[in-house]
């Protein structure tokens, strides 16, 4: 019994002795967390002030295509094939018939299952020849034939604008503090690697 109590006085006693530590630990780094969250914050605010750029949504346009290959097919039977599926596409367009019908059945796509829908897509987003046909073009005109990457054909249609927007205040800050962390711990990652070896380390 006297074993029991003495193991226990012991661990209380450690148990004690801890609490005095952390709540000693606390005291010192606690204003030093509190200025280090501070200087944090001026960090990310100095960061997001000076890149407004960055913050800018640009304009993007929900684009639909139509898409011929083998216009230029070495084998001339694919390659008229592909002239005759040219032909029906203009002419079908040209009849009326809705955009995303005629890219279902006449793409060559893949997006010809969803109708050519590509969704929202920004200037970069696009082939340069395509991108600006479609960015020039007005909500629900149907541009084309143009000249596309791999020496098809595209028609396009813009089924809705999104003007280019600048992004509120809470999502700058916040996309601010990812990027000023990360380049935190960049930082501290160098430094570590450039620091000296400490040459009175353990052997």
Not at 108 to 126: F, M, N, T
Not at 133 to 154: C, H, Y
């Amino acid at each position: 019994m006297e074993a029991t109590a003495s193991c226990g006085l012991e661990q209380r006693a450690v148990i004690a002795g801890c609490a005095v530590v952390f709540a000693s630990v606390f005291a010192i780094t606690a204003p030093s967390s509190a200025a280090e969250s501070k200087a944090s914050a001026a960090a990310v605010e100095e960061y997001r002030s000076h890149r407004p750029a960055r913050f800018v949504e640009p304009e993007r346009r929900a684009v639909e295509e139509i898409v011929v290959v083998g216009l230029h097919h070495p084998s001339a039977f694919v390659a008229v094939l592909a002239h005759l599926r040219a032909g029906v596409v203009a002419a079908q367009l040209g009849a009326g018939v809705p955009f995303a019908a005629v890219a279902r059945v006449l793409s060559q796509s893949a997006s010809a299952p969803s109708g050519g829908k590509l969704g929202l897509r920004s200037v970069g987003e696009l082939p340069s020849g395509l991108a600006a046909a479609a960015f020039k073009a007005s909500r629900a005109e149907i541009v084309g034939p143009l000249a596309g990457p791999g020496g098809g054909l595209w028609w396009l249609r813009v089924n809705e604008v999104v003007a280019q927007s600048v992004l509120p205040v809470d999502e700058q800050r916040r996309r601010s503090a990812a990027i000023v962390a990360a380049m935190a711990a960049e930082e501290g990652r160098r430094r570590l690697i450039a620091a000296p070896a400490d040459g009175g380390g353990r052997p």
